[in-house]
């Protein structure tokens, strides 16, 4: 899950809102980017691998997932 975007590294080139296939990162009023649905990320990396400035962390695991059935045989 796209974890952080710093903002002090951020230089607001849109890139990284292009690239995300689930419109998750959106441009603010300021001209920066910003996490505007966390919960709609699919940990796909495309937003942290274009931004030229390193400005974006994405957490390696989406979510913990519960046990099913299928998974604890």
């Known amino acids: 899950m796209i974890a952080k975007i710093d903002s002090e590294k ?3 080139c849109g890139v990284c809102v292009r690239t ?7 441009l603010s009023e300021a001209g920066q980017a910003k996490i505007a649905y966390p919960e ?5 990396f ?17 979510e913990i997932l519960p046990r099913t059935l299928s998974n604890m045989y």
């Open 10 to 12: 951020c230089i607001g």
């Open 20 to 26: 995300c296939p689930l419109d998750t990162i959106r």
């Open 40 to 44: 709609d990320c699919m940990t796909c």
């Open 46 to 62: 495309a937003c942290e691998m274009v931004c030229p400035v390193g400005a974006i962390y994405v957490h390696p695991f989406k």
